[in-house]
Nanobody
Framework: QVQLMESGGGSVQAGGSLRLSCASS????????MGWFRQAPGKEREGVAS????????YYADSVKGRFTISQDNAKNTLYLQMNSLKPEDTAMYYC????????????????????WGQGTQVTVSS
């Protein structure tokens, strides 16, 4: 059973930076994609960034392009999300996710392409 554990969340002021990490284990298959999602109170969970694990292609929501960077360290089975120039509207619970077995992750930010999720890490950005 795939296990994902996020870390690195916290409280920062607008304009600050945070780096989220997601340690993964328990794979019985190689997910085609990994992603970061977020959910603010009263809102739907939305895709923030994703990466195709084999070729390294990355995709971002328009709201975070140019500010967030997703990356992976395959040797450590760890996924990262570097978040710069944070805004109050980035405040949310952030979740790491792994693509389902056989999923092509198309579209790459569609949460239904992912079937393994971490518990989340809270990011709060104050103005």
């Amino acid at each position: 059973q795939v296990q994902l554990m996020e870390s690195g969340g916290g409280s920062v002021q607008a304009g600050g930076s945070l780096r989220l990490s997601c340690a993964s284990s328990g794979y019985t298959y190689s997910p085609y994609c990994m992603g970061w999602f977020r959910q603010a109170p009263g809102k739907e969970r939305e895709g923030v960034a994703s990466i195709y694990t084999s070729r390294g292609s990355t995709y971002y929501a328009d709201s975070v392009k140019g500010r967030f960077t997703i990356s992976q360290d395959n040797a450590k089975n760890t996924l990262y999300l570097q978040m710069n120039s944070l805004k109050p509207e980035d405040t949310a619970m952030y979740y790491c996710a792994a693509g389902g077995r056989g999923a092509y992750c198309d579209p790459p930010l569609d949460r239904y392409e992912y079937n393994s999720w971490g518990q989340g890490t809270q990011v709060t950005v104050s103005s």
